[in-house]
């Protein structure tokens, strides 16, 4: 869990206009959700059996079927987009959003409105092909951002490594506690990779798909900004870094 108020004032203080394209996501986000027949808020959509059949229609048009996006055929081809806005529960999309408003803010300043936004689709759209490559028989639908968002954490923890953010961590009692980016974001990255390991192509969370955007997004800021000035700021290499609130 992370103290989203610190980490957003701290990034506010550096984007005069607001994180326009961070919040664009989030309502465009939400919206999609609102009106779609997961949020039960429309009974146009009916009730139990209809209404489940109307999810199962509406991800399978708008989310990525691993094996008919690796069959080439042209909507399917735009589907690991369309599923970046396409979430599967309230919990789903709130959780994502979270993450979203807390790292969004300060990767967009640093990245610039337009350049962050091609950074979001573009690596969102690798994590789920990656996804789909490793999976490339699986007729389950995969939705949500968080390919994205992890993509996002990635290029974080090499832009901020020493922004201090306050977790609570479930062993610890939840007792909110305040670490460097870089450790937080290491030991998600490592919970990540140990649970796709052992998780299959089946109905549940796509953690390959946050293995391979964390990735992406950590290899993408690395190349694009190694040597400008933030190389100082990683933690292994000593140097003040910035801090979020």
Partial sequence: MIDWRETALGAWRGVRSGPTVTYGLIAVCCVVFLIGPVSGLHPVHG???AALAAQSDYFHRWGVVPAELLSGETRALLTPLTALFVHGSWLHLLGNMLFLHVFGAMAEERMGAVGYAFFYLGCGYLALLGY???HASSEQTLVGASGAISALLGAFLYLFPRSRVTSLFPFLFFLPLRFPAWIVLVFW???QWLAARTAGPGPGVAYLAHVVG?????LYAWGRYRGKGLSAA????GGGGRRAG
């Fill in 47 to 49: 009730t139990g059996e």
């Fill in 189 to 191: 990255f490592v919970l």
């Fill in 132 to 134: 789909a490559a490793v």
């Fill in 214 to 218: 964390f990735t992406v997004g950590f």
């Fill in 234 to 237: 990683l933690p292994w290499k």
